[in-house]
């Protein structure tokens, strides 16, 4: 069974990141297959959409900003088949690492940047020895 996290930029994907997700959903496509994603606006939501259409186990990991459980201004919506607990924004992206063999990163930045949930999660996964995929801007993949 593929675990697939994925993580990305609130501004939403440009095209040719959403060319590059759409080649590694279809790779990593079996019939168990699982996406896991933050429920954010922008990338999370575009992302997870297009999971659910190639047939994936849609599983949502809520954030919220550590100092306000109730601010659900970035929470996007999408078809999930499961919604786990609400954690902060870093925990929720730790958790979706920690159930992922695989993480597909889309950040609005072609490098890396410090201050970025997005970039914060691929650190982290880096540390956790997953697979990961950065589909950049301009679409190119590493």
Request: contains cysteine; hydrophobic residues 40%.
């Amino acid at each position: 069974m593929e675990l697939v996290g994925f993580t990305g930029t609130q501004k939403g994907m440009t095209g040719e990141q959403m060319d590059g997700v759409i080649t590694l959903l279809k790779q990593y496509k079996s019939e168990l297959a699982q996406f896991r994603h933050g429920l954010c606006v922008g990338a999370d939501v575009q992302a997870a959409t297009l999971a659910y259409v190639f047939g994936y186990h849609i599983v949502a990991y809520p954030g919220h900003p550590e100092w306000n459980v109730k601010d659900l201004s970035r929470r996007g919506v999408c078809f999930n088949h499961e919604v786990m607990k609400e954690e902060s924004f870093l925990k929720r992206n730790q958790s979706i690492i920690n159930a992922s063999r695989v993480l597909i990163a889309a950040p609005k930045d072609m490098y890396e940047v410090l201050r970025s949930g997005t970039w914060a999660a691929v650190r982290y996964a880096r540390t956790q020895n997953v697979k990961i995929w950065i589909v950049r801007p301009d679409g190119s993949l590493r």
